[in-house]
């Protein structure tokens, strides 16, 4: 089955004060990966200045489905698809549904806002957004909780 | 046995034994013949009544034969009764029979019958020894106790086997019992006899008061008979009438189950039926139900309130006391000389379900489930109805920005599933108080429940404008649309649905003029512009009529020779107050209203009949809108005025754009391929802008491609629009379509243009378009032009 990727950015409307926000996000992530993986789906959710950045990758069908509720929720505003494209293989094949939230220092380097708003670069930029996305992950320099990790590989 | 023998043979009066024995052996038929009535009837009172008629006829038997035998009893003594012993035996035996009767009633058991009969038994025995104390003799008596001791075992022990075989399911065993219950009869009365001696003693007094036994006897005997007889005559009767209300309760019965409604039988309030239909609608077997009353069923209803003319609502309370909604109607019929009352019970849920279903589908867009404007209108006048002072209300319309592109893009299917999810996401949007309509089309309403805080209402639009913003993905695309909203609040921007939805349409409006994807309030200023919008539409109509058009010409030369190839029509409106009204401004008024069909009209006919004027050899092209096309007729139109003026079919060209090559493709290419059977030529205007897909030309009979002014001007120092000015020439060469550079303005575009090929000139360069005369001059004045 032909596999699909997403990358959208967006713009956090939640509310409450840091605490409740990261718990919030943590809801998200811990719903959405339980979900994904009965739907076949993979991918990783980084949150930067309030900005919401999602790399979603599967089955064309899941995919839809999924994107078209993320689309109806109030939690974010503003969702805007980077890209949508087919893709061989999984970038975020270890992981249902995981939560990058970068340090400090990183997200000084890293303003994955200004690095996706280079329009004439699209692709290019979704690209280099998504590898990022990965090579935080592996590193592991980022503060993840790991229990939010669900271990369930797609191949 | 011998000893018996005699005491019967030799010590009675025959006769009276004899007819002792016919009133034991009839007083024994009618125990069990009563007996068996008892346990037919249902009701308590009728088995009440007839175990007392078997109690007694039993009793008065019993009694009967002790007495009539006792008469029969020759002592050869003088004998007397004392009376009120003698009654007392009978009491005993009523008492006794009834205790017995009232046990094998109550437990028709083994053991039941067995101790019952037994009783029975011993009523013998007792009102036997308890009669033999009211019997005086002229002497003593002596009882040989062994003797009496068995009489009453005997009476006791054929008793209790006349019972359990009385009720036997064998017929053949059950005519037994009436014989057992006589040998009881006979068994301890006679035995009882033979215990007793009798001493003569003279001393002993008969008491005075005593009855005389003749007629004592003969009393007694006809009495005991006619009560007999009477038990049994009545049994009979009642036994035959109760068969034949049976019969009818039957057939009553077996019409009631035909009937498909429900049926419900009552004597006054009480059930007393119910047919099979009702039974299933209850889910209650009608067992449960006969006798119970009314009200069980139908509470707070009582049989006179059911209307026998009309059919009332009523709920209907089922086993599981669940409410079933109802019909009910009543008919009094006389059913075993009582008046009854039948009601029919017609069960509404199937009914209220498709009417539901009717309800909801007359109120619901059938593609996307919301409301639709049936019921938006509904709810809007409802809002207004039972608006109440400074209760206010918004209202919110919204449409789609690009939704007709994906509709005519990516076909109906998509369109349609695009806007099944723009209604989910609008729900999503929208609190449960709100009213989510699609008006149709890619049309949609929120009429907002709650009140009208500024800030909720924004907060609601912002929030449909950002869910709607969102990309789509429908089968592997990704489409975006978006929507504006118009928002206005009722009262003080409409008093009426009318005037509301109006107000809520120019807010719309603004939104879309202000650029898509935004919200705007309604504000008195947007009536003014739309005031003006419509004066300008009822100005626009009257100028056809006034004759307020006219056509200017621009010529169109040879790129090589510069001769004149003809002229194109361009319309003016000289408005009597306005001035000369640009195109631009009110065509696209002209194509909304669908004004452009007159007015096209009048531009082909003018040109017609103004090109007749000019030498043979030159053409007039005319533009065509695109909203012409959706005119199945244009052909047969243009035709009929080619036929009207005159003008040879070869001397018009029709201009058109791309819009009206993106509608209904068919159609187009239908009324394409008709004009060039009339000789007319067809050329595609505007080149280079929007679309131009090569496959149009490929698909369509163009004889000529224009090549978009915004090209031409910026030819030759913009390096792109030269490349594309030189692109379209070759692609016209290779298709075999001539090309026409339209404002064309300096020498150098001409030069540039003619070098690459193009083969027509059109603009300023040559001439700016200019009035009928003025153009008909030009034309007559031309041999510089030959020559050039
Ligand atoms: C930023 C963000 C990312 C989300 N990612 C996912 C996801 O990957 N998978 C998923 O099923 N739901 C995801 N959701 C949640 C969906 O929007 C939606 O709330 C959820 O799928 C609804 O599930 P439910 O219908 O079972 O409640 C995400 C929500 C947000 C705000």
Redesign the pocket.
Known sequence: MPLHRLLYT?EMALIGSETDIRQQVAD?VA??AA??VADG?T?A?LQTRGM?I?A?EGPLAAIEA?FE??C??L??RRVDLQEFVRADSRVFGEWS?VNITPDRTIEKLFTAAELLSEQEHEAVSAQATIQLMRSLLLTNSTPMTHSSLQSTRFS | MHQLYACITEQHDLRFVAVAAIICALGTYSTFAIGRQVFREQAWQERLAWWATGVVTTSVAIWATHFVAMLAYEPSLEIGFSISLTGASLLVAVLLVGSGAGLVVARPTLPGRIFGGGLIGLAIGAMHYTGMSAYFVQGTLHWDVRTVVVSVVIGIVLGSLSMVVGFHPRRTVRRLAPLLLLAAVCGTHFIGMDALTISFDPSVAIPGGSMNTTILSLLTANAALLILGVSLIALRLWRLNKLRHEAESQRLRDLADIAVEGLLICAGDTITGINHSLERVLCLPREELIGAPLQRLLPDLTAADIPLSHELDAILLDAAGERVPVRVIAQSIVIKAKPHTVVAVRDQRERLRSEAEMHRLAHHDTLTGLANRRRFNEALAERFATRHGEDAFALLVLDLDRFKSVNDTSGHGMGDALLCRVARRLERATHADDLVVRLGGDEFAILKGGGTKLGEIQALAERVIDLLGRPFLIDGHVLNIGASVGIALAPSDGTTPEHLMGSADLALYGAKEDGRGRYRVFEDGMNARIQARRSLEMDLRRAIARQEFTLHYQPQVDARTGAYDGAEALIRWHHPERGVVSPVDFIPLAEETGLIGPLGEWVLRTACTDALTWPAHLTVAVNLSPVQFRDARLATTIRGILAETGLPGSRLEVEITEGSLLQDEQRTLAILRELRTLGIRISMDDFGTGYSSLSYLRRFPFDKIKIDQSFVRQTPEDKDSAAIVRAIAMLGTSLGLKTTAEGVETQAQSEFITDEGCDQLQGYLISRPVPLEAITALFASSPLALTA
């Open positions: 967006s998200i719903r959405s979900r994904n789906l991918g959710l919401f999602q979603l999924t509720r993320i109806c929720d939690r974010h549904m």
